[in-house]
């Protein structure tokens, strides 16, 4: 009777006469808790369904301290967490709580379950009394300076007009030079907030020369306006401050299209500070070529 070099499974040979029930029984237990061994100490997949503000994290391997996931939903402020059906204390790898934008859809999340509480190893932003957003005070406006940038976004509004208008032309024109128009890419949820992320583009065509992004103003809406996006060039779009006799706020949100992904930045309104989530709603993406 030999054995395994490393588990030491009992292997009969030649004459060897044995009782399979001594013999081969302890290789089962053997293997049996190699394989468990092996599952701990690699990091499972986890899945996550949300409902509300409540993310539901349930994992492959039960008894898995480490495991990952593919996030289904942004985070937002106040939202609560679950793991297997207990609720935790969602924590970054700082110690601080998980707070909004903490990660978007189609973030890869790894996690650590100790107890009630579950580390998320992701970045946890924070504000102090010198800074806001991460932003220190020379970042906002002053209130001359918002006059002036509103001065600026009324004028604005006409020539972004015009570039919709170009937008539209240029669209004919390609049609009618033979080129073909291909939509790569569409918000499913154009009402809703959209927060600075990449997007991946499908069936982007070889000879793609530019692209065509129609956005809404703000996520409550319904004016449109539609951009040309050269591959590699950062861009910003912008949509028009006045349209006929309605006035809304001019917002702008820069992007870059490289390959089959499309960079956004975080949106945000003219004559205002900060970044907002409800400006200029990226709807669709076309590849002309």
């Not at 937008?167 to 499913?188: C, D, I, P």
Request: proline fraction near 3%.
């Amino acid at each position: 009777m030999t054995q395994t070099t490393n588990y030491s499974l009992n292997k009969p040979q030649g004459s060897d006469l044995f009782a399979p029930l001594t013999d081969y029984n302890p290789n089962w237990d053997a293997i049996d808790a190699a394989m468990y061994e092996n599952q701990m100490a690699s990091v499972p997949r986890a899945t996550e369904a949300i409902a509300a503000t409540v993310h539901n994290i349930t994992r492959n391997v039960p008894d898995a301290a480490m495991f990952r996931l593919s996030a289904t939903g942004n985070v937002g402020n106040g939202d609560t967490f679950t793991v297997d059906g207990i609720a935790v204390n969602a924590i970054a790898a700082n110690g601080q709580a998980i707070t909004e934008g903490a990660w978007l859809t189609g973030t890869e999340v790894l996690a650590c379950l100790n107890g009630s509480v579950c580390t998320f190893y992701v970045s946890a932003s924070s504000s102090d009394a010198q800074t806001l957003q991460g932003h220190a005070a020379a970042y906002f406006g002053t209130a001359a300076g918002v006059e002036a940038a509103q001065n600026t976004a009324t004028a604005a509004g006409n020539v972004a007009n015009q570039a919709s208008q170009t937008a539209a032309q240029a669209l004919a024109a390609a049609q009618q030079a033979g080129l073909n128009m291909v939509k790569v890419w569409e918000n499913e949820r154009p009402a809703s907030s959209f927060n600075a992320q990449t997007v991946v583009l499908s069936n982007v065509p070889a000879s793609t020369k530019f692209y065509l992004v129609r956005c809404r103003q703000t996520n409550s809406a319904d004016f449109n306006t539609t951009c040309i996006v050269l591959p590699g060039v950062d861009t910003t779009l912008r949509a028009a401050a006045k349209i006929g006799s309605q006035t809304k706020p001019d917002s702008v949100r820069g992007v870059v299209i490289s390959g089959n992904t499309a960079q956004f930045a975080a949106g945000y309104y003219l004559g205002t500070s900060g970044d907002s989530s409800s400006a200029l709603i990226p709807v669709e993406i076309y590849a002309i070529g």
